[in-house]
């Protein structure tokens, strides 16, 4: 929940003051109004919504309508809300992260914390929802349901006084579909701002980077994808269970109430299958944490087949490798199918806990020669129908969890990574464009890691197809071990040795040689993408590269020219 203008990344003002409560959730508060009959008309009726609209998503009804009648295009759905758009929300997370940094330094920065800070107003407001529909769902069975049975069991009956029954019982069942579909609205829109957030901040230091030699391609891939929902889901789901202790302390005062002590062996069954869920959904998260390695290694491993498909083809390779990425692809579904199997089993545990907590109180009870009437145990049973929905939602929030956590510490990896600074310098003459002077260049950033000798023999054709892309197919690598040969003591080994090169303005050079000779390292030095050990690299003005390979993003040929630059009908 935010406010409007420059208070949507900071709680001061621009003149650095402490703003006022209503100044920044003013309209957030406007969306507790339950009716605002003017919201359709407005740009984005998601923002001027009243609560009912809110929570029931009637103000997509409009567009529904208009679908339905035709088609809908980018030009007749309304604008996104700037409140959930990337510009907004990854600037106030970029804030939020580099205090906790200032504050705790880059290793022991807490992304987490910085996630709760981020939507902990947000998350709040769903507890309350939460409560509010729990005490909703509780006075129904406890209260009414009771009543109305022994309503029709006494001898004199008025009938305005079951209907009134009947009445607040629908009422206590409408307000707790109300306010738990209030909770889903908001944890819905809060998991979108997370994610959009979170993925827009990594997207920018990644692209801030000269070259990737700490993270694989799989990696950045996954980060944006399946971390990113992994954040969506942890956002949605975590906070729906935040309710089970009261849950559980309200069904065991009312059932010990209605029961007497019969009642501790339902609460006990439940009581003992929540540790067993929580169990199931750890082991979930540990199949599903190997299938996402497994995802990682599959990627880089089909970046380089598309990469390198001409050599592959040259060598007649293709064997190989269909039977290496066919392997890989098979473990990953095993894992998969695995995760699936326990989360399927864990989800069925809650109407099985639920069964058997009744079941068990209930045979309990009469085994003791205690009375039992109708109107209790219908009580009762709704009493732990109710606690079972909440109890449901305990497997799939463990699980998101786990994958959250896993996930922030994926993407930690890459914010509290840092740029090395650029090696090029401005030369002296007037007259140089380009100029090294005795450079030795590497692609690693610094010492590298002590080889095993057990590895190299066994990676030798790997090796080689990685410098060879390298080389013929693009200008930096992916990963630390795609970064070219090492020594035999783990040290860097340069990849250009003592290149002197000056181009003057007004020549055209061309530069040949075989296929791993260093054609494309000499242009990555160029550009800033490689580490210069010793030498001097100099370039004057800016440069433009043309890659061997054309990257074309999904859109039309102008926006593949235009690149998000403003269509100038002169030129």
């Not at 959730?25 to 003017?38: A, G, K, Q, W």
């Not at 609209?53 to 009648?69: D, E, H, I, N, Q």
């Not at 860097?492 to 007004?506: Q, T, Y």
Request: glycine share 6%; proline share 4%.
């Amino acid at each position: 929940m935010v406010g409007e203008g420059p208070y949507l990344i900071s709680d001061l003002d621009r003149r650095g003051q402490r703003r006022s409560f209503a100044e920044r959730y003013d309209p957030s508060l406007r969306t507790m109004i339950p009716v605002r009959p003017y919201a359709r008309l407005a740009p984005n009726p998601m923002d001027d919504a009243g609560l009912l609209s809110f929570a029931t998503f009637s103000w997509l009804t409009p567009v529904m309508v208009r679908g339905y009648k035709r088609t809908l295009t980018v030009d007749t759905l309304p604008p996104l809300s700037k409140y959930d758009s990337s510009d907004i929300n990854a600037k106030r997370f970029r804030i939020l992260w580099d205090e906790e940094v200032q504050r705790e330094g880059p290793e022991r920065a807490s992304l987490g914390r910085v996630v709760w800070k981020f939507q902990r107003t947000r998350v709040l407001m769903d507890i309350v929802a939460n409560i509010l529909c729990i005490v909703m769902a509780a006075v129904g069975p406890t209260v009414l349901i009771h009543q109305i049975l022994q309503h029709t069991q006494s001898t004199a009956k008025n009938v305005w006084v079951g209907i009134g029954l009947c009445v607040a019982l629908f009422a206590t069942e409408f307000t707790k579909v109300l306010f738990w579909a209030l909770a889903w609205a908001i944890n819905y829109r809060t998991a979108i701002r997370l994610k959009v957030a979170v993925s827009t901040l990594v997207f920018e230091h990644l692209v801030s980077f000269k070259m990737l030699t700490h993270i694989s391609v799989g990696e950045v891939l996954n980060t944006l994808s399946s971390d990113s929902y992994s954040l969506f889901e942890a956002a949605l789901f975590c906070p729906l269970p935040a309710t089970i202790p009261i849950l559980m302390v309200v069904c065991a005062a009312y059932s010990f109430f209605a029961l007497g002590p019969t009642a501790l062996i339902g609460i006990a069954v439940y009581v003992t299958f929540i540790p067993i869920q929580m169990f199931m959904a750890k082991l979930n998260t540990a199949f599903r944490r190997s299938a996402i390695s497994m995802t990682d290694k599959r990627v880089q491993t089909m970046n380089e087949f598309v990469t390198c498909i001409k050599l592959i083809k040259m060598y007649a390779w293709e064997k190989a490798f269909t039977k290496t990425i066919r392997d890989i692809r098979k473990r990953e579904r095993k894992l998969l199918g695995r995760a699936g199997l326990v989360q399927s089993g864990n989800s069925a545990l809650a109407p099985i806990a639920s069964t058997m907590a009744i079941v068990l109180t209930f045979t309990g009870h009469i085994l003791l020669r205690r009375r039992l009437t109708a109107a209790v145990a219908f009580s009762v049973i709704a009493m732990f129908n109710v606690m079972k929905f909440s109890i449901a939602i305990l497997p799939f929030s463990i699980k998101a969890a786990a994958e959250a956590s896993v996930s922030l510490r994926r993407m930690k990896k890459i914010l509290v990574a840092k740029s090395l600074p650029s090696y090029i310098t401005q030369p002296e003459g007037p007259d140089t464009v380009l100029l090294l002077a005795n450079a030795t260049l590497t692609w690693e950033q610094g010492a590298g890691r002590k080889s095993d000798p057990k590895k190299v023999e066994t990676q030798g054709k790997k090796r080689f197809l990685k410098s060879q892309r390298l080389e013929a197919y693009s200008l930096s690598p992916s990963a630390p071990d795609v970064a070219g040969p090492e020594g035999q003591d783990g040290s860097c080994k340069a990849v250009l040795h003592s290149i002197s090169l000056a181009v003057r303005k007004g020549k055209v050079l061309g530069i040949c040689g075989n296929v791993g000779s260093g054609k494309s390292s000499l242009i990555a030095a160029l550009l800033g993408q490689m580490q210069l050990q010793h030498g001097v690299v100099a370039v004057s003005g800016t440069l433009a590269y043309v890659s061997q390979q054309a990257w074309i993003f999904h859109g039309s040929v102008r926006e593949n020219i235009l690149f998000g630059a403003k269509y100038n009908h002169q030129r």
